[in-house]
C-alpha cells in the first residue's frame, strides 16, 4: 500500500477512535447548522422555526435546543439561519441517509454503546465529515510527491493532518473544515506540473474555491486569495487554453460567490447576510487579536501546535516560491483578528485559521529539503507528536475553559507547563507587550534557523527529473 493510501487511513483511525473517548458533540453552532439540514430533509426549506418549536434538535442529539441567537427573519418573514446554507445542503444526503439508519436500529443495541437515534445521526454525519478531511491529507501527500522525495512529504502532511487545528476541527460540522479540503484541493493543483493539469481538474478546483463563500460568506476573500494564487502559479497554461476554457473557470470562481450574494440581497435586503450588518469588527482589537490568534496559552495557533513554530522559518527558506500564499492567508488571518470574538467560541483552538492550513504545507515542504531544517525541526516535531497523543486520550482537552491555563501542556511533564507559561493568555488580560514579547523571541529564534539551515544546499529530491515550478524559483 502507497504512503498516499495509508496516511489518510490511519489519519481516519486515529480521530475516528479519538472520537470514541468522550468528547463534546453536537455543540457550539454545531446543531445548528445540522437544524437546518434536517429542515431541509423534512420540509424542504430554511425556515426553522418549527423545527426548534417542535424540538427537532432532539433527531441529532440536541434535546431542548433553542435558536438563541442563531436565527433571524428574513424580508420575507421566514426565520432561517444566520449561518449561511452551504455546509448545511452539503450535509443534508448524508443526514437524511443518517437518520433512516439510526431509526431501524433498535434502541437497546445503541444503548448499550452509550448512543441514542440523535447521537448515532451526528456520529455518522460526523465520520461522513472526518472522510471528507481524510480525502484532503490524501490531496496534499499526492501534491507534495510531485516536488520533494517522499518522506518529507509524508512528514509534512503528517504532521498537518495529526496536529491541531486540522486534526482537531476533522470531526467537527464546521465550515472551516470543508474549506480546508477545498485548500487542500488547491495545493494538489498547484504541485502538478504543467504537463498534468487538464481542463477537467482545474474546472473542478476552481468550482470548489467558488463555492467556498456559500460555506461562509467571509470567505468570499480566501476565494480571492486563491484565485490569484492559482493564476500566478498556472499563468502559462491558462494563456494557452482558448478563450472559452479560461472564461468557464472565471465563470466557476465567480457565479457562485455572485449568485449567494444575490441570494443574499433579495432575502435580506443587503448584501451583509444576517450576520454581516451587525458583524463586530473592529481595526483597535486586530493588535490583541492578531497576537490571540497565534499565541494565547489557550486559544492561540501554537497553544497547541508548537509545530507552527517552525513556519516562518520555513517561508522564508521558501519565499521565492511561495510568497503569494501570504495573499489567501492574511485574507482569512485580519479579519479574524478583527472579530470581537476571535477565539471562536466553544470550539478546539485556532478555529477561523483551520482552512489555510493546508497551504501551509508547501511552504513547510520546500524548506525542509534542507537536512539541517529537518533535525532542527525533530524535538518541536516530538513534542507535538506528544500533545496530539494526549489528547487522543483525552478529547475533551482541545476545548479551552477560558481560565489563562493550558489543560493539556499542563499535562505533559517539564516542558510542557515551561511552554505553556511562555505563551501570553490574550483573552484573559495579559497585555499586548506579553504578546509582542513572544513575537520578538520567535522572530529571533527564525533569524537564527533560517541562518543554520542555509549554511547547506537543500537536500536533493528524488520525487522527478520533471522541472516544477518550486524548481525552477529556486
Known sequence: ????????????????????????????????????????????????????????????????LTPEQHV??????????VHDPGLSILIAPIYAAAARLASVIPGAVLARVRQSRGLF??????????ALAAWGVSLVLSGLLHFVEPRVAVLVAATMAFSPPFMSHAFLVFPDTVAAVVCCAVVWLLCLRPG???????????????????????????LVGLAIVIAHRHWPWLDRQRPGVNVTILGLVVLPAVGLFAWTWM?????????????????????????????????????????FLLLPAC?????????????????VFLPAAAFLEWFAGFSPAARYLVPVVPLLALPAALALRSRALRWIALPVV???????????????????????????????????????????SMRTGDSITQGLLTAAGLALATALVVLVARKRRPAPTSASSTAHPDDMRR
Open 1 to 64: 500500500m502507497t504512503s498516499t493510501r495509508w496516511l489518510p487511513i490511519l489519519f481516519f483511525l486515529f480521530v475516528w477512535t479519538l472520537t470514541t473517548h468522550g468528547k463534546y458533540s453536537v455543540s457550539g453552532d454545531e446543531p445548528h447548522y445540522l437544524m437546518v439540514a434536517h429542515s431541509l430533509v423534512a420540509d424542504g426549506d430554511l425556515d426553522v422555526a418549527n423545527n426548534y418549536r417542535n424540538n427537532d434538535g432532539r433527531r441529532f442529539g440536541h434535546d431542548g
Open 72 to 81: 433571524r427573519a428574513t424580508l420575507g418573514g421566514a426565520a432561517w439561519s
Open 121 to 130: 445521526t451526528y456520529s455518522l454525519v460526523s465520520l461522513s465529515v472526518l
Open 196 to 222: 498534468e493539469l487538464t481542463g477537467r481538474r482545474v474546472m473542478l478546483t476552481t468550482l470548489g474555491v467558488g463555492l467556498l463563500p456559500w460555506l461562509h460568506r467571509k470567505y468570499a476573500l480566501l
Open 267 to 307: 432575502a435580506w435586503g443587503h448584501l451583509g447576510g444576517p450576520q454581516g450588518a451587525a458583524m463586530p469588527l473592529a481595526v483597535r482589537g486586530m493588535p490583541a487579536g492578531s497576537l490571540g490568534l497565534l499565541f494565547d496559552r489557550e486559544h492561540g495557533l501554537v497553544s497547541y501546535a508548537p509545530v
Open 315 to 331: 517561508w522564508m527558506l521558501a519565499w521565492r516560491a511561495h510568497w503569494t500564499l501570504v495573499v489567501p492567508v492574511l485574507l
Open 382 to 424: 516530538l513534542f507535538q507528536a506528544a500533545i496530539s497523543a494526549y489528547v487522543w486520550q483525552f478529547p475533551r482537552t482541545l476545548w479551552p475553559r477560558a481560565t489563562g491555563s493550558n489543560q493539556v501542556l499542563e499535562a505533559i511533564p517539564v516542558i510542557g507547563p515551561l511552554y505553556s507559561q511562555a505563551l501570553p
